[in-house]
């Protein structure tokens, strides 16, 4: 008997399908001649048959050869499928890490999507991914809890007048409990994913239902943008437009007019995760004394002039006391294996030994990838609003 993790919805879930039917239709002519249609099962594009196992599936009967291959981090290896019958190509890995793992297939050596495999959206284009669950995972999984909501809003860009859209989670209870007001947290994605990612990728949801049924964090509004400002004709280098400008002065006043929240500084956070960190990094602290109060960085940098010089927000720690009395929380994390890590550490010890700057360091095994980040956000949002 399966372990109830490997089996749980949320493995499998993503932007096409909650509940992934694996069926197609057949079309035959019966005994009596009339035509007949019945549901016959697909294999899954991949099978999560026990810890660490995993069969990948590939329909493709014209095919010569079919591979899959991880994207490195945590996967970096490829595995050849083989014809095992009706048009199907399989093969068993044993050597699967725990984690989120974007993959990609190729079949005759060109790179395809496997329809029968999960969506997302990463690197700018559509791909697969596939989830190893652990078994101390289950926090972002579903679970027999009350449930919040996700909603799509849409709103105008002040930088390129264009109409963004912007995810929205609403704790259990929001919409009976109308006297109540929450506190927001602005929360962004990395290069390459968009507003879906913290969802999808990152079961954002899931994960703050759970804390949240356990009494571990404050019930909050979480606002998920896409963090892309581009002008036409604008060169942009690492920081894609004035998204500084498009949330502070377009999205936040939206969800404000919109949401009961609480619009005071230390009731609203920010965080994100590779870009969306330096996003964060360089908003929250250019605005530490009207919009926020707390500065989630998830695999980035903390150097004050930007990782490639982009911005400079040095003059927001030279006086700690200040910091100290406006940051309440101020929190960083990184995958053991990532390059950011040792820097990192530095950086908050020499702020910690000469301005006295509180930070909160987290880190544990893991790349740059969406396992690190979902424990990233777990810790974070623990410690906001208290």
């Known amino acids: 008997m399966k372990d109830p993790i490997l089996e749980n919805q949320a493995l499998s879930q993503h932007m096409l399908f909650f509940d992934p039917l694996n069926k197609k239709a057949v079309f035959e002519k019966g005994e009596n001649g009339r035509n007949r249609i019945y549901y016959a099962d697909e294999k899954p594009g991949v099978e999560i048959l026990d810890f660490g196992t995993a069969r990948f599936n590939y329909y493709a009967p014209d095919a010569q050869s079919v591979r899959v291959k991880g994207w490195g981090g945590s996967m970096s290896a490829s595995y050849d499928l083989a014809p095992c019958g009706d048009g199907y190509w399989s093969c068993t890995a044993n050597d699967i890490n725990p984690g989120f793992h974007y993959c990609d297939f190729y079949v ?5 999507l496997n329809p029968l495999a999960p969506y997302g959206y990463g690197g700018f284009y559509v791909c697969n991914f596939f989830e190893m669950p652990d078994h101390d995972s289950d926090f972002f999984l579903l679970q027999d809890v009350p449930h919040g909501d996700i909603r799509m809003e849409l709103y105008k860009s002040p930088v390129n007048g264009r109409t963004k859209a912007a995810w929205v989670y609403t704790p259990p209870g929001y919409d009976e409990d109308t006297d109540a007001h929450y506190p927001v947290l602005y929360i962004q994605h990395g290069v390459g994913e968009n507003e879906t990612g913290w969802i999808w990728q990152g079961k954002l949801n899931y994960i703050l239902d759970n804390l949240i049924a356990a009494g571990k964090c404050e019930k909050m509004l979480v606002v998920m943008n896409s963090g892309y400002a581009f002008v036409d004709g604008e060169i942009n280098m690492f920081l894609p437009g004035d998204f500084d400008r498009e949330l502070t002065a377009g999205c936040i006043p939206f969800i404000d007019a ?10 609203r956070a920010i965080a994100g ?12 602290l250019n605005h530490m004394e009207d919009l926020f109060s707390a500065i989630g960085v998830f695999s980035g940098g903390i150097n004050p002039t930007g990782m490639f010089g982009d911005f400079d927000v040095s003059a927001a720690f030279a006086d700690g006391e200040r910091f100290n009395r406006l940051i309440k ?31 909160v360091e987290y880190t544990r095994p893991g790349y740059h990838e969406w396992d690190v980040w979902r424990y990233s956000l777990r810790e974070y949002v623990q410690l906001l609003f208290r």
């Open 108 to 112: 005759n050596g060109v790179k395809t």
């Open 258 to 267: 919109k949401y009961r929240t609480k619009s005071d500084r230390e009731s």
């Open 273 to 284: 995760l590779s870009l969306g960190s330096a996003q964060a990094f360089s908003i929250g």
């Open 329 to 359: 929380v101020f929190f960083a994390s990184a995958g053991e294996s990532e390059r950011m890590t040792e820097a990192n550490h530095e950086t908050l010890q020499k702020l910690a030994e000469t301005k006295g700057i509180h930070g």
